[in-house]
Each structure stands twice: as structure tokens, then as C-alpha cells.
């Protein structure tokens, strides 16, 4: 299958400072990427979905200007949590798809570990 | 939106049994259901999925059944080994986006 990359894979970081986490494509280009949120033993929750060269679309109750999300090329988004707080803290995955379709399936990153002290 | 349930939450299986694992979801629009693994602190990865024009596929030990009737859908894992024990998660697709199913543990016991 087609690989996704994330880094980091873990970050300990001090409250109020941004983190950025990076998600690329290795070998296919991602019209899409979407960013998840996952607590510990429980689901993946969608926080937003983006497509290169656009704006990305945050599900509800996710704040935009807290978990800024940039799809500046087919291969690379970024996710920055500014003014870090616990609360947080969790397990950001990221996934990618390579087609428009719903068809096209998504690939996961191996995902990065935040925790804000 | 979509609303995706999953059952069991959890699982407990002897080696050798077989294991199912349940989804419904009531957008009648989604029609692509993929299952991922999802292995401590690990990333979920694909293990089997379906398409909406297909009422069954299978891949060795795994299989998964689709009744778009009724809207649910189904993960059948055969001669359960030891390495199958992760979290299971349904999803469905409506084209836009993956709505996940709550996750199933299941634990295959030696």
C-alpha cells in the first residue's frame, strides 16, 4: 500500500507553545489529507479535512485558529497546535487518499504522540 | 451526517474460533466500508474493505459482508491466531470523509 510519513512521532512540549506535526506522502500524490485526534482506547475523531491549495474544513467544535492545517503541496500538510495546553494532549494521525473519489481509500501516518506539560 | 455503531466493544475469543464484528450506519449515501487494525500506539492499517456493488469479499482468514438494505456490515475473521489480537475499526465513506466506528478489542487467548 501507499505509505504516509509523520514527524515527529512524539513531542513534549511546555503549555502555551506551538507544535508542528508534518504529514507527507511518500510515493503518491494526496489531493487529500485529513487530521485525526485519538484518546487513548477510543476512535479516531475527524478534526478537519484538507485539500492541496485550499482552505481546510474543520469538523464542528474543532477550532481552526487553534489547530492551524496547511496543504501547501500534493505531498505535504501540516497541523500546528498554538498555546499548547494539557488538555491537548493525545495521539494525532494523519491519513491520506489519493483520488477524489470515494473510492480511494486512506493511509495512515504512524502518528504523533503530544503531550503538554 | 453519518452515524456509525460498532459491536462489540470488545472480544475475547479462544485461538482457533472464529471472530465477528459488527457495524451499521445509517447514510444510505456512503458506499465505500473499509476495516482498519489498529495495534498499540500504532497506526490503523487496512486490512480488508468493500464497496457498495459487492455483497461479500474475502481475503484468506477474513471476509467481510455488506447488506446495504439494512445497512450493516460485517468482519469475519476465521481460525483466530494470537497475532490477530488489536482494535478493530469500521468506517464508512460518504464520499467526503471516513466516519469510524467506536472500535472493537479483540483479544484472542492461546
Known amino acids: 500500500g501507499a505509505v504516509v510519513s509523520q514527524h515527529p512521532s512524539r513531542v513534549i512540549c511546555k503549555s502555551g507553545t506551538s507544535v508542528k506535526i508534518e504529514c507527507r506522502s511518500l510515493d503518491f500524490q494526496a489531493t487529500t489529507m485529513f487530521w485525526y485526534r485519538q484518546f487513548p482506547k477510543q476512535s479516531l475523531m475527524l478534526m478537519a479535512t484538507s485539500n492541496e491549495g485550499s482552505k481546510a474544513t474543520y469538523e464542528q467544535g474543532v477550532e481552526k485558529d487553534k489547530f492551524l492545517i496547511n496543504h501547501a503541496s500534493l505531498t505535504l500538510s501540516t497541523l500546528t497546535v498554538t498555546s499548547a495546553h494539557p488538555e491537548d494532549s493525545s495521539f494525532y494521525i494523519c491519513?491520506?487518499?489519493?483520488?477524489?473519489?470515494?473510492?480511494?481509500?486512506?493511509?495512515f501516518g504512524p502518528g504523533t504522540r503530544l503531550t503538554v506539560l | 451526517g453519518e452515524n456509525v455503531e460498532q459491536h462489540p466493544s470488545t472480544l475475547s475469543v479462544q485461538e482457533g474460533d472464529s471472530a465477528v464484528i459488527k457495524c451499521t450506519y445509517s447514510?444510505?449515501?456512503?458506499?465505500?466500508f473499509p476495516w482498519y487494525k489498529q495495534e498499540l500506539g500504532k497506526r490503523p492499517q487496512l486490512i480488508i474493505d468493500i464497496r457498495s456493488n459487492v455483497g461479500e469479499k474475502k481475503d484468506q482468514r477474513i471476509a467481510v459482508t455488506l447488506n446495504k438494505t439494512a445497512k450493516h456490515f460485517s468482519l469475519h475473521i476465521t481460525e483466530t491466531q494470537p497475532e490477530d489480537s488489536a482494535v478493530y475499526f469500521c468506517?464508512?465513506?460518504?464520499?467526503?470523509?471516513?466516519?469510524f466506528g467506536t472500535g472493537t478489542s479483540l483479544t484472542v487467548i492461546p
Open positions: 491519513s491520506a487518499r489519493a483520488g477524489l473519489g470515494s473510492t480511494d481509500t486512506q493511509y
Open positions: 468506517a464508512a465513506d460518504t464520499g467526503n470523509q471516513f466516519y
Open positions: 447514510d444510505s449515501a456512503s458506499n465505500y
